[in-house]
T-cell receptor, first 117, second 114 residues
Framework: ETGVTQSPTHLIKTRGQQVTLRCSSQSGHNTVSWYQQALGQGPQFIFQYYREEENGRGNFPPRFSGLQFPNYSSELNVNALELDDSALYLC????????????????FGAGSRLTVL | AQSVSQHNHHVILSEAASLELGCNYSYGGTVNLFWYVQYPGQHLQLLLKYFSGDPLVKGIKGFEAEFIKSKFSFNLRKPSVQWSDTAEYFCAVNAPGGSYIPTFGRGTSLIVHP
């Protein structure tokens, strides 16, 4: 089975620019979650998509937005980049959109490291 | 909302030493509990999980964790660490109150000297 793949692996942007990060979920998984991991911190939940709908959102401003496509792949878009947006952005896929057993055992990608100058 | 505390941010051990990493969460209801591990240069991956039943759960590579409901804790243990256990360890909790979305702790960096 294929794992979670993310692109690009590294990118550099300047303040005010916009960025799009992409994620292909593991085969058979229908739910995608996005996390932001700052240096020395644990992953912070941004949002989750299930059946192409946002299924939960963390404490991130509206300039963080996302999409899920019919093939369960996903995009994270960040507008008006700020210096504090510099972080590793992790995509994780899972099976199920809320059922207790097995759901939200996350399979992570390698991440996209964003640097904002 | 749930939160997770990992009290040891950096742990340094010699091979064969015993390991215990602390994890406490704040949520009064039913929870699912996880430990994830990130080896150098690799993705975050699941080490073990607790959903229900026996509060002592066993994971990969000889790790185990014990859920103590009265203490809101889910500490990770290994009797004898190896150099290959050098990694970042993250405790996570989710709860049925939302969408079962895991909340992660800050992480513990473990270095094992050969």
């Amino acid at each position: 089975e294929t794992g979670v793949t993310q692109s690009p692996t590294h990118l550099i942007k300047t303040r005010g620019q916009q960025v799009t990060l992409r994620c292909s979920s593991q085969s058979g998984h229908n739910t995608v979650s996005w996390y932001q991991q700052a240096l020395g911190q644990g992953p912070q939940f941004i949002f989750q998509y299930y059946r192409e709908e946002e299924n939960g959102r963390g404490n991130f401003p509206p300039r963080f937005s996302g999409l899920q496509f019919p093939n369960y792949s996903s995009e994270l878009n960040v507008n008006a980049l700020e210096l504090d947006d510099s972080a590793l952005y992790l995509c994780a896929s899972s099976l199920g959109g809320g059922a207790r057993s097995g759901a939200n055992v996350l399979t992570f990608g390698a991440g996209s490291r964003l640097t904002v100058l | 909302a749930q939160s997770v505390s990992q009290h040891n941010h950096h742990v340094i051990l010699s091979e064969a030493a015993s390991l215990e990493l602390g994890c406490n969460y704040s949520y009064g209801g039913t929870v699912n509990l996880f430990w994830y591990v990130q080896y150098p240069g690799q993705h975050l991956q699941l080490l073990l999980k607790y959903f229900s039943g026996d509060p002592l759960v066993k994971g990969i590579k000889g790790f185990e964790a014990e859920f103590i409901k009265s203490k809101f804790s889910f500490n990770l243990r290994k009797p004898s660490v190896q150099w290959s256990d050098t990694a970042e360890y993250f405790c996570a909790v989710n709860a049925p109150g939302g969408s079962y979305i895991p909340t992660f702790g800050r992480g513990t960096s473990l270095i094992v000297h050969p």
